[in-house]
């Protein structure tokens, strides 16, 4: 099975990893009891996999990642942070379709 795209993060290693530019990095903050981050976790991989652009995926368990969740304001899962230089750009709270998060970060990234 080929290796994902997407690199799990913890508090220490958001700051050395998603926060360390420069650069994009997305992350997506989650949790593994909840349903819609389940439901959104094959579209986040899938996009990463495959998409064409600077940016660095990461995904980040609320309940392990509590000091960085708080830091992003994150107030409900599956929430989608966007960093540029480790500053937080924009976020985007609940799933999307592979389209919409493809589309998202181009648009966003093109800033």
């Given at each position: 099975?080929?290796?994902?795209?997407?690199?799990e993060?913890t508090?220490?290693?958001?700051?050395?990893?998603?926060k360390?530019?420069?650069?994009?990095?997305v992350?997506?903050f989650?949790?593994?009891?909840?349903?819609?981050?389940k439901a959104?976790?094959?579209?986040?991989e899938?996009?990463?996999?495959?998409?064409?652009?600077?940016?660095?995926?990461?995904?980040?368990?609320?309940?392990k990642?509590?000091?960085?969740?708080?830091?992003?304001?994150?107030?409900?899962?599956?929430?989608?942070?966007?960093?540029?230089?480790?500053?937080?750009?924009e976020?985007h709270?609940?799933?999307?379709?592979?389209?919409a998060?493809?589309d998202?970060?181009?648009?966003?990234?093109?800033?």
């Amino acid at each position: 099975m080929a290796e994902s795209a997407v690199q799990e993060l913890t508090d220490e290693t958001y700051e050395s990893e998603a926060k360390a530019g420069p650069g994009w990095a997305v992350v997506d903050f989650y949790a593994t009891w909840c349903p819609h981050c389940k439901a959104f976790r094959p579209v986040y991989e899938e996009v990463a996999g495959g998409y064409q652009g600077p940016v660095r995926f990461y995904a980040a368990d609320v309940e392990k990642c509590e000091e960085a969740a708080a830091e992003c304001k994150v107030r409900s899962i599956p929430t989608v942070v966007l960093l540029r230089d480790g500053e937080r750009i924009e976020t985007h709270v609940g799933g999307m379709t592979n389209s919409a998060l493809a589309d998202w970060l181009k648009e966003k990234t093109a800033q």
